[in-house]
T-cell receptor
Framework: LAKTTQPISMDSYEGQEVNITCSHN???????ITWYQQFPSQGPRFIIQ???TKVTNEVASLFIPADRKSSTLSLPRVSLSDTAVYYC?????????FGSGTQLTVLP | DADVTQTPRNRITKTGKRIMLECSQT?????MYWYRQDPGLGLQLIYY???????NKGEISDGYSVSRQAQAKFSLSLESAIPNQTALYFC???FGPGELFFGEGSRLTVL
């Protein structure tokens, strides 16, 4: 299983771009990298998934370098409603285990 | 209606009681998961199932059991509940290794 490491917390201001990095040194060849967002007392919600290089959707971008030992979730122009915990998962295997996540707090 | 439905949403019980949390999905996914979340912490995988006959232990399966009654139903049981099993429990589904879809959670309190 690929173990992931993220910063415990981050603060940002409204309108700024936020980058959250995840380390996954022992990622397997067939592992995908997936990011989720979780609000208190709610189940996590899918944000974005990628395998390598860059993936972009309507809410975020995911950057994965060639060695795939880390990935960066980029949230453009965050708002107060983006305050949440963000998790990265690196696994294509049977077990999908979450790390501790990053608490992002967006300040006015 | 939610694609992944958990019942009950809230339950208070006493130590030693048997509790069942149920999960049903209308997404047609093959994979189903049960997670536990303690306050302020991440999600821990309890059990997962890729098929009715394919059930596997996760990180913290002790004290729990599961049943995959059909492709759409996956139940979690606490045979003899204890206070440190007080937590928020989530069911999730996926098609292959793709996106996980979570239910709204079942909050369990064991007194």
């Amino acid at each position: 299983l690929a173990k992931t490491t993220q910063p415990i917390s981050m603060d940002s201001y409204e309108g700024q771009e936020v980058n959250i990095t995840c380390s996954h040194n022992n990622i397997a060849t067939n592992d995908y990298i997936t990011w989720y967002q979780q609000f208190p007392s709610q189940g996590p919600r899918f944000i974005i998934q990628g395998y390598k290089t860059k993936v972009t959707n309507e809410v975020a971008s995911l950057f994965i370098p060639a060695d795939r030992k880390s990935s960066t979730l980029s949230l453009p122009r965050v708002s107060l409603s983006d305050t949440a915990v963000y998790y990265c998962l690196a696994s294509a295997s049977r077990q999908l285990t979450f790390g501790s996540g990053t608490q992002l707090t967006v300040l006015p | 209606d939610a694609d992944v439905t958990q019942t009950p949403r809230n339950r208070i019980t006493k130590t030693g009681k048997r509790i069942m949390l149920e999960c049903s999905q209308t997404k047609g996914h093959d994979r189903m998961y049960w997670y536990r979340q303690d306050p302020g912490l991440g999600l821990q995988l309890i059990y997962y199932s890729f098929d009715v006959k394919d059930i596997n232990k996760g990180e913290i399966s002790d004290g729990y059991s599961v049943s995959r009654q059909a492709q759409a139903k996956f139940s979690l049981s606490l045979e003899s509940a204890i206070p440190n099993q007080t937590a928020l429990y989530f069911c999730a589904t996926s098609f292959g290794p793709g996106e996980l879809f979570f239910g709204e959670g079942s909050r369990l309190t064991v007194l």
